[in-house]
């Protein structure tokens, strides 16, 4: 899996960033030859939840809950955790990308004069903001720093961040997005791990990358994964993508290196094996039985 906010902060010559303690504001005019991605498909991650406005071109984000075309002029919110990223070859992307950790996220709601009252609903991965021109006019003013040969001051930087959190915020149009800031505000720890569990079982990261998603120590994420699902992460993990395959494989018409690709199998083999020993018979011939004779 590739770290998104890394991945950007290799490519200085096509980007400005501006840094404010572990956030992150970067302009990234990604012409064809600065693609952050090889391939057409590539798995992105981000431990960070991540605002972007897009300036130009057009992407793909696939996630466990459905796909997102994203093109010129959205403003979008994209949670923390993983994605697979679809990218076209014909134009390049660019973008005015914000990463804002979670608890600067809390400790700006919690600013807020008047408290969050959202009803509690599901929130996809991916949100869509809805246009105003508050926030049209906060992209605006972000530009002129761009363009600026001086860098803004830290303070400066800091409440820009604030502005642009409290903007959304101030919009009912973003419904489901403030259910997922009250959600962060609000949330047991355990429903916090469930929801992380569940949103990002079917991409290939490492152990101490869930445990980052979910704001623990790798020991503390051990721990409390036990407690909750009465299972070890990597067992929990292999159950839900077999399941996951099988899915794929059965209701999706996905062939078996497509099914194993989107459950989080790098390895071919090790899918076709661990299917194998898990349903008794090769994913090959759940193909072979849909097949018409």
């Known amino acids: ?28 005019y990604c012409p064809l030859e600065a693609r952050l991605m090889l391939n057409r498909f590539s798995d992105l991650w981000s431990q960070h939840n991540y605002i972007f406005y897009v300036m130009d071109g057009r992407k793909v984000w696939h996630t466990a809950h459905g796909s997102y075309e994203l093109k010129k002029g959205d ?22 990308l914000f990463f804002i950790p979670d608890e600067f996220l809390c400790e700006t709601l919690q ?6 009252n959202s009803p509690g609903r599901k929130f996809s991965p991916v949100m869509l903001l809805k246009s105003s021109e508050t926030l049209n006019n906060f992209f605006v003013s972000m530009f002129s720093y761009f363009r600026d040969t001086k860098e803004p001051d830290q303070s400066l930087l800091e409440l820009k961040f604030k502005e642009l959190i409290l903007t959304i915020a101030d919009n009912p ?7 997922y800031f009250c959600s962060l505000l609000r949330e047991p720890r355990s429903v916090s791990l469930q929801r992380i ?20 120590s790798l020991s503390a994420f051990k ?15 292999l159950e839900k993508r077999l399941q996951h395959a099988m899915h794929l494989l059965s209701s999706q018409d996905k062939n078996v290196s497509e099914a194993a690709f989107e459950s989080g199998f790098e390895n071919p083999s090790h ?16 193909k072979q039985a849909q097949t018409p004779v």
Request: charged share 25%.
């Open 75 to 96: 403003c979008v919110f994209v949670r923390k955790g993983a994605n697979i990223v679809e990218q076209f070859f014909d134009t390049g992307f660019c973008l005015l």
């Open 1 to 28: 899996m590739v770290n998104f906010q890394a991945k950007v902060l290799e490519y200085p010559d096509y980007s400005r960033q501006f840094n404010c303690g572990d956030s992150l504001i970067t302009a990234f």
């Open 111 to 116: 600013s807020k004069a008047k408290p969050l």
């Open 223 to 237: 721990r409390d994964f036990q407690k909750q699902f009465n299972s070890t992460p990597g067992k929990w993990l």
């Open 173 to 179: 149009g973003n419904a489901e997005l403030l259910s």
């Open 197 to 216: 569990m569940e949103d990002n079982y079917s991409f290939n990261l490492k152990m101490e990358q869930y445990a980052e998603l979910s704001n623990r």
């Open 271 to 286: 899918f076709s094996r661990s299917f194998k020993e898990r349903f008794g018979i090769p994913p090959t011939a759940i």
